[in-house]
């Protein structure tokens, strides 16, 4: 596993580097013996895998990280792993680590099998390991990684992707899912559910990563357009189409399809549909109310409609989406407050 920050390892990325060390690094006997090799190979410059550099967070819990291995014992490895990268090189295009690219497509060259966790995909993305394939990262910066490698075929709404020799997962929790369906692959299904009840997580989890993306309305300057969409907003749970908005506009539709379209990067039909699904996943989350009635609130209709979209967009049905948020979670920011009620309640 490449670690590429030695020395203060950000606490937001010391969640991804426990993954691999919990499931690969210690022994499991009675499940398959022999079990995993596991060894952290550094980025440092002094020496093989040393801890050259200086601290760069501000963090108070961040770690150093000693290791006697370095890049150039990736060639030698059945498996590749890159749990993260510098959170530098996502946002402001950082150069990564040298000698890193290197070493990764050293790695695949020799036959090692390459796997990303979050946004380690950035780093095989840039050693070319992603170009013509499948992938993802987390899906906050899976538009970022389209954008910077455009021949990487970028899928937000999943979990994983196994794309045979090389294989990216979401963000956080997810690469527990990829590193549980690599014992899988390598052990077979009964030792990866074996695993995973004495981590007590599930062995697989339904749906994929679209689940949790935020549907609501992206940022917009368009002053003009404010106050009608938040008209909408407030009565999504009535019949609203494209042409009742473009009235309220004082617009022409094809106009107002223009301006909506620059405003949030989206049609005002799939806007609609968006703002009435983010109404559907906070009462979901937030109320025990039925799923007619989630329905019927959000502007979707029938509870066998809701089901339609949400498998669609969501990528699990209405009940899934509820059991993986408890009730005790809060509700989204800017969700509304519910009243369960009679028939008549209404969202305020």
Known sequence: MVVTEEIGVPSWD?????????????PQPDLADPWYELRLCGTGSTGAGGTGGTDGTDEPFGLSVRTPYGLGDLAGADTVIVPSVPDACVEEGAPLPPGLVEALREAHAAGARMVSLCNGAFALAA????????A????????????RHPLVRVDDSVLYVDDGDVLTSA???AGLDL??????RDLGAHVANQLARRMVVPAHRPGGQAQFIDLSEPATDDAGLSPVLEWARERLDQPLTVADLARRAVLSPRTFHRRVQAATGTTPLQWLLNQRLARAQSLL????????????????????????????QV????????????????????APTVLPGPSSAQPV
């Open 127 to 134: 050693a070319g390991l992603l170009d013509g394939r499948r």
């Open 315 to 334: 990528g699990v049905s209405p009940s899934d989406y509820r059991k993986a948020f408890p009730r005790s979670a809060p509700p989204r920011p800017g």
């Open 171 to 173: 963000g956080l929790t």
């Open 14 to 26: 010391l969640y991804e580097l426990s993954i691999p060390c919990t499931v690969f690094g210690k």
């Open 179 to 184: 590193c549980l369906h690599l014992v899988r």
């Open 136 to 147: 993802t990262a987390h899906w906050q910066h899976t538009a970022q990684l389209a954008a």
């Open 285 to 312: 989350e937030s109320t025990d109310l039925p799923v007619e009635k989630v329905g019927e609130l959000s502007g979707l209709g029938t509870a066998n409609n809701l089901r339609h979209h949400f498998l669609k």
